[in-house]
Structure formats: structure tokens, C-alpha cells
T-cell receptor, first 115, second 116 residues
Framework: AQSVAQPEDQVNVAEGNPLTVKCTYSVSGNPYLFWYVQYPNRGLQFLLKYITGDNLVKGSYGFEAEFNKSQTSFHLKKPSALVSDSALYFCAVRRGSYNTDKLIFGTGTRLQVFP | EAQVTQNPRYLITVTGKKLTVTCSQNMNHEYMSWYRQDPGLGLRQIYYSMNVEVTDKGDVPEGYKVSRKEKRNFPLILESPSPNQTSLYFC???????????????FGAGSRLTVL
């Protein structure tokens, strides 16, 4: 069964330092992977996705994610964190057949960037 | 502005009093879905719709109903709300391209529901 795990409830990082938010997945077949971000009192916003091709995917707001097939991971990264990056981050994986477009979301990781 | 609009944003109600949370999108999206967000559980899908008059259950459909009479609207109905339905609800929509499997969801701002 398809699933996605975010092993850290919270990640703390100082402004200017690199950040990583971890995600591992379990799917049958080729994975379609996503990252979404939720700012306070807002809905989720799309950051980036991996379908196929280059293992390093670039997205919005300077974020990128690295797909690692052997480790079944899709970690979100940013070279230099900003206080404004503080938010709740969700990893998601598509499940089911190609014509159902259903996503499984992880439990979320709260990123706190300190000045 | 392309958006998904949910109403109400906040609602406190009592057990058993029927309520409807509306969802409307202005992007001509085929696919629409309802999620609930609970601490430690992430987002769980309640119902989804592939197009007008086509709806299906998600992971946690019990206690909820939906309808899709028009492409733009996808209301969530709680016929007899109970306290375990206290949650943050999100509506989302996307284009649906058969064979893509990677369509991006646009989310509403959320509706926080409290059932006493």
C-alpha cells in the first residue's frame, strides 16, 4: 500500500542556515511526489513535484527537493533559511491508478526558523 | 484571481444540527476534493469528485455527504454532526488530465468547525 512518512514533527533552524525536511515514501510503481506548505490560517500551497527525470527538483521560494530512489526519500531542502519560511510542510504521494489523481499526505513537519 | 473559496471559515455548532460547508472554484477544474486536517494525522481525504455528478469516497467518509451538481461547486454536508467531526476542513481542486497523475491541487483557506 502506498504511504508517506515525515519522521520529524518539528525542525528548528537558524536563519541563514541550510534546512532539510525529511520525507520517505512507499509506493508500487513509479512515485509521483509532492511538497506543499501551509502558512498560518491559510490553505496549503504547492511547492514542487517530482514525476520523472532529474533527481533534484526546484520549486517555489527557493526550495528544492532531492528524489532518492534507493532510499525511497524525497527530502525538502533550502540552502539558506528565512524566518518567513516558518510554516507547516506536507509531503504527499499519488496513489491509485493514473486516472484517480488521489494523494496521500504525510502528517506534516513544522519548520521553525529562528532569527 | 484564481481561487477556491470556502464558507464559513469558522463555525461552532451543536451535535445533530445539520450544516453545509460550501466550496466554489473559479478555475474550471474537473477534480475537487474535501480533506480534514487533525493534529498528528495530517490531511485525510473525505470525498472527491472527478467531474459533475461523479463523486466517490475517500479515506474517512463516514458522517459526511457531498454533491457535485455544477462544475464549480462541491459542498460538504454534515447531516448530524458529532464532536469527533471537530476539525479543520479544506476543499481543493485541480485540472484533471488523464494519464498525468501529477496534477497540482489548489486549496481553499480552510473551515474550522467545532461541534459541541
Amino acid at each position: 500500500a502506498q504511504s508517506v512518512a515525515q519522521p520529524e514533527d518539528q525542525v528548528n533552524v537558524a536563519e541563514g542556515n541550510p534546512l532539510t525536511v525529511k520525507c520517505t515514501y512507499s509506493v508500487s510503481g513509479n512515485p509521483y511526489l509532492f511538497w506543499y506548505v501551509q502558512y498560518p490560517n491559510r490553505g496549503l500551497q504547492f511547492l514542487l513535484k517530482y514525476i520523472t527525470g532529474d533527481n533534484l527538483v526546484k520549486g517555489s521560494y527557493g526550495f528544492e527537493a532531492e528524489f532518492n530512489k534507493s532510499q525511497t526519500s524525497f527530502h525538502l531542502k533550502k540552502p539558506s533559511a528565512l524566518v518567513s519560511d516558518s510554516a507547516l510542510y506536507f509531503c504527499a504521494v499519488r496513489r491509485g491508478s493514473y486516472n484517480t489523481d488521489k494523494l496521500i499526505f504525510g502528517t506534516g513537519t513544522r519548520l521553525q526558523v529562528f532569527p | 484571481e484564481a481561487q477556491v473559496t470556502q464558507n464559513p471559515r469558522y463555525l461552532i455548532t451543536v451535535t445533530g444540527k445539520k450544516l453545509t460547508v460550501t466550496c466554489s472554484q473559479n478555475m474550471n477544474h474537473e477534480y475537487m476534493s474535501w480533506y480534514r486536517q487533525d493534529p498528528g494525522l495530517g490531511l485525510r481525504q473525505i470525498y472527491y469528485s472527478m467531474n459533475v455528478e461523479v463523486t466517490d469516497k475517500g479515506d474517512v467518509p463516514e458522517g459526511y455527504k457531498v454533491s457535485r451538481k455544477e462544475k464549480r461547486n462541491f459542498p460538504l454536508i454534515l447531516e448530524s454532526p458529532s464532536p469527533n467531526q471537530t476539525s479543520l476542513y479544506f476543499c481543493a481542486s485541480s485540472l484533471f488530465v488523464v494519464g498525468s497523475g501529477a496534477n497540482v491541487l489548489t486549496f481553499g483557506a480552510g473551515s474550522r468547525l467545532t461541534v459541541l
